[in-house]
């Protein structure tokens, strides 16, 4: 499948308000999770209406106490999809599947929900409806900076790489279709990815590691922040668009470590390439990985400007390492 890159359109001088003063009755995949859960209420406290797909009564729960409606189904049940469809104005897709174990079959799954979403949309009597796909940072060329102009890395080994070029075939059939891609570490309370692992990693070890010189960068951003780029995508970006939530554009894995060091009162300490796998595990796929990410397109396009802490702010609280460790 070949690769596509599509420039950012310019926006006239109104871009920072939105097109249309009218609310949208919103479905969220993912809505429960680490990222949806901080999108739903960014979306209510603008005057949208929230339709959030739940799997199970938890999520249910959730959902309602958050003052969104409840759409019963999962990714894999694609009926259900196409029922949120049909009683939307606009989709915004944050779901996807985080078992590494299993992670070419969660892509599938994403693909064939990503898929339906597109199709129920361009099929209806409504094709213009805004629809939101998250993809990420790190499919992106490494080792120099990557803008929004950045087409996915041919090479890359992720098959959730084909996600962008499914998404924007729905632009040539009249859907207005955006890709939000998020860094490698979404930040804040509650987070349950790359750097809470590195700090179970560390806590295990009694060291906190990185790997050569640690100057390897990763792109990184608040989920407050995301939220708002979510909201303000929904309403605002036009059809085509390729956008980057990105607050930090290069943190090094030292820095990182250093902080982690710090907090738990352990060792900094390199380690080889050769010895990444024994120390780190499944994340010595990622540690390596230079991602620096720019996101000045994205801000001029939607007037995004991230106010959430930094990275390496967020990471220097106790509470940080106080969640990881339940």
Not at 79 to 94: E, Q, T, W, Y
Not at 160 to 185: C, D, K, N, Q
Request: charged residues 20%; aromatic residues 6%; hydrophobic residues 45%.
């Amino acid at each position: 499948m070949p690769s596509i890159s599509c420039p950012l359109p310019t926006l006239p001088s109104t871009r920072f308000q939105s097109e249309s003063s009218t609310t949208m009755r919103v479905f969220v995949t993912g809505a429960t999770g680490f990222i949806g859960s901080a999108i739903v209420p960014e979306l209510i406290g603008a005057g949208h209406e929230v339709l959030g797909l739940a799997r199970s009564d938890a999520a249910a729960e959730a959902l309602i106490a958050a003052g969104a409606s409840v759409h019963r189904g999962s990714l894999s049940d694609l009926g259900s999809l196409r029922l949120g469809v049909a009683a939307s104005d606009g989709v915004i897709h944050a779901a996807f599947i985080h078992d590494f174990d299993q992670y070419v079959a969660a892509c599938e799954t994403d693909r064939r929900a990503l898929e339906t979403i597109g199709e129920a949309i361009a099929e209806s009597d409504r094709p213009n409806r805004p629809f939101l796909v998250t993809c990420g940072t790190f499919m992106l060329p490494l080792g120099r900076l990557a803008t929004e102009d950045s087409a996915h890395d041919p090479g890359s080994l992720s098959p959730h790489a084909a996600s962008e070029e499914i998404a924007m075939s729905f632009s040539s059939r009249g859907v207005r279709v955006s890709v939000v891609r998020l860094p490698p570490s979404v930040h804040g309370d509650g987070d349950h990815g790359f750097v809470p692992a590195l700090i179970n990693i560390a806590r295990t070890k009694g060291i906190s590691a990185y790997i050569g010189d640690g100057a390897n960068r990763w792109a990184a951003v608040h989920r407050l922040d995301a939220a708002l780029l979510y909201r303000l995508a929904l309403e605002r970006a036009p059809s085509g668009s390729f956008l980057h939530g990105v607050a930090d554009e290069a943190v090094t894995i030292r820095d990182i470590a250093t902080v982690i060091s710090r907090q738990l009162n352990v060792p900094l300490v390199s380690k080889s390439l050769e010895e990444a796998g024994d120390h780190f595990g499944w994340m010595a796929m990622f540690i390596p990985l230079d991602n620096p990410t720019s996101s000045a397109l994205t801000r001029e396009l939607l007037g995004w400007q991230p106010v959430q802490p930094s990275l390496l702010s967020d990471l220097d609280r106790n509470e940080y390492f106080e969640s990881s460790a339940l």
